[in-house]
T-cell receptor
Framework: GAVVSQHPSRVICKSGTSVKIECRSLDFQATTMFWYRQFPKQSLMLMATSNEGSKATYEQGVEKDKFLINHASLTLSTLTVTSAHPEDSSFYIC???????????FGPGTRLLVL | AQSVTQLGSHVSVSEGALVLLRCNYSSSVPPYLFWYVQYPNQGLQLLLKYTSAATLVKGINGFEAEFKKSETSFHLTKPSAHMSDAAEYFCAVSPYSSASKIIFGSGTRLSIRP
């Protein structure tokens, strides 16, 4: 089946630094990718929808200047958490839409810990 | 607007017993409905999805779910629980297609007693 990878799987950083998370569709082209955030013992909350070659659409309450999303190719979307703070510590999960199969595939997630 | 409500944040059953995880949805259009499973520190795996074909949907690992429009429900069942079924289960809805943005329920943690 289709595979979506995320890198890194785990990252620890100091407060005030920026962290980039990559989401790749390995064997299909994804015109649309989604970024979710999951706090411990909670559900996934959609942060933004990323379309290849255009600006991302952010959900209400998500700071677009803090969570920068770039989707420059059909197989790669990146989420950059700028000036990270401890409250940004979370599990970030991406998903990629396979347009031909009309199916969405999820990545394994990236755990971010900001000290 | 679309939403899902999962009844029971934690369900515990004995190994070999019936598993029933409840999900009710709200949607202004015919919905696409999903059940996902998440093992600790891992991403999501699709168990099954309803896309307006058959109302009884069979998924992986012996799970199935029945779409009941009159009850706005999409409960997940498995006849006989295995220890390996212990995980977090999420019901989800998408208003447009199985490839558009997905709205998740709050999740139900399934524990299996030996």
């Amino acid at each position: 089946g289709a595979v979506v990878s995320q890198h890194p799987s785990r990252v620890i950083c100091k407060s005030g630094t920026s962290v980039k998370i990559e989401c790749r569709s390995l064997d299909f082209q994804a015109t649309t990718m989604f970024w979710y955030r999951q706090f411990p013992k909670q559900s996934l909350m959609l942060m933004a929808t990323s379309n290849e070659g255009s600006k991302a659409t952010y959900e209400q309450g998500v700071e677009k200047d803090k969570f920068l999303i770039n989707h420059a190719s059909l197989t790669l979307s990146t989420l950059t958490v700028t000036s990270a703070h401890p409250e940004d510590s979370s599990f970030y999960i991406c998903s990629a839409r396979d347009s031909y199969q009309e199916t969405q595939y999820f990545g394994p997630g990236t755990r971010l810990l900001v000290l | 607007a679309q939403s899902v409500t999962q009844l029971g944040s934690h369900v515990s059953v004995s190994e070999g017993a019936l598993v029933l995880l409840r999900c009710n949805y709200s949607s202004s259009v015919p919905p696409y409905l999903f059940w996902y499973v998440q093992y600790p520190n891992q991403g999501l795996q699709l168990l099954l999805k309803y896309t307006s074909a058959a109302t009884l949907v069979k998924g992986i690992n012996g799970f199935e779910a029945e779409f009941k429009k009159s009850e706005t429900s999409f409960h997940l069942t498995k006849p006989s629980a295995h220890m390996s079924d212990a995980a977090e289960y999420f019901c989800a809805v998408s208003p447009y297609s199985s490839a558009s943005k997905i709205i998740f329920g709050s999740g139900t943690r399934l524990s299996i007693r030996p």
